[in-house]
């Protein structure tokens, strides 16, 4: 692999600082304040399907999500949810706009040990100014050739960023956490991928099955890939 690798793109969220556990920390709120209307399992439920049904509107990130939020609050409210009870929806999301950047363990070994020899590259997606204020407080900024923010992950996405890149399939690794956005789409394209499993996975995300591919490394801990390009 270290002969054939020119560019590695990092997904952000999940794969090098939390993420996920802050929106089902959100979630569970959230579920709690509609406690009267629902039971939590079935207003998670409604919020998922909210979710899916305004994706192709909202894109991913905490604004869609809050936007969601109140949806599925007047929803499950039968249009009895209090302006009061909308005010504590916002203030959830902006609580979630403003968590800390927690970086995951070995992240900043794994950039140090490769930014000299590699030209490395954030691809995510999400929200644009969300992102960028992420990034900027989590000092890595530096380590990066070039920011990608994505509005999805397909295979289209993927041929975009390497047309920008002036990369050929077969000298891309993208290393994420999700299947089905970090592994499937660059598998398709001939490049290359390695899983980094996180212990949390929103289940728009979860992909069942188990994969086997020339091309995908599967790894326990970010760390695991530094043997395959040292």
Excluded at 118 to 126: E, I, S
Excluded at 130 to 153: A, C, N, P, T, W
Excluded at 161 to 173: A, Q, R
Aim: hydrophobic share 40%; glycine share 4%; net charge negative.
């Amino acid at each position: 692999m270290k002969n054939k690798i020119k560019t590695i793109a990092f997904d952000a969220d999940d794969t090098l600082w939390v993420n996920e556990p802050y929106f089902q920390e959100t979630e569970r709120r959230f579920c709690a304040l509609l406690e009267d209307f629902l039971p939590h399992h079935s207003v998670s439920q409604e919020l998922f399907k909210t979710e899916m049904k305004n994706l192709h509107l909202y894109g991913y990130g905490i604004k869609g999500f809050m936007l969601c939020m109140i949806e599925t609050a007047y929803s499950v409210s039968g249009g009895m949810a209090s302006f009061r009870l909308i005010d504590e929806v916002i203030q959830l999301g902006q609580e979630l706009l403003l968590k800390p950047i927690e970086l995951l363990e070995g992240v900043k070994e794994v950039l140090d040990a490769l930014y000299e020899e590699y030209r490395l590259v954030l691809a995510t997606k999400g929200d644009l100014l969300d992102q960028e204020r992420k990034l900027k407080l989590s000092g890595l900024e530096s380590y990066f050739h070039h920011i990608e923010v994505m509005s999805d992950k397909k295979v289209a996405d993927y041929r975009k960023l390497l047309k920008h890149l002036d990369c050929v399939p077969e000298n891309f690794l993208m290393i994420g956490n999700s299947i089905k956005s970090d592994v499937l789409p660059v598998l398709e394209l001939q490049g290359h991928a390695a899983h980094v499993p996180y212990h949390t996975t929103w289940a728009h995300e979860q992909h069942p099955h188990a994969l086997q591919h020339p091309n995908l490394l599967e790894l326990n801990t970010i760390s695991d890939i530094i043997p395959y390009l040292t």
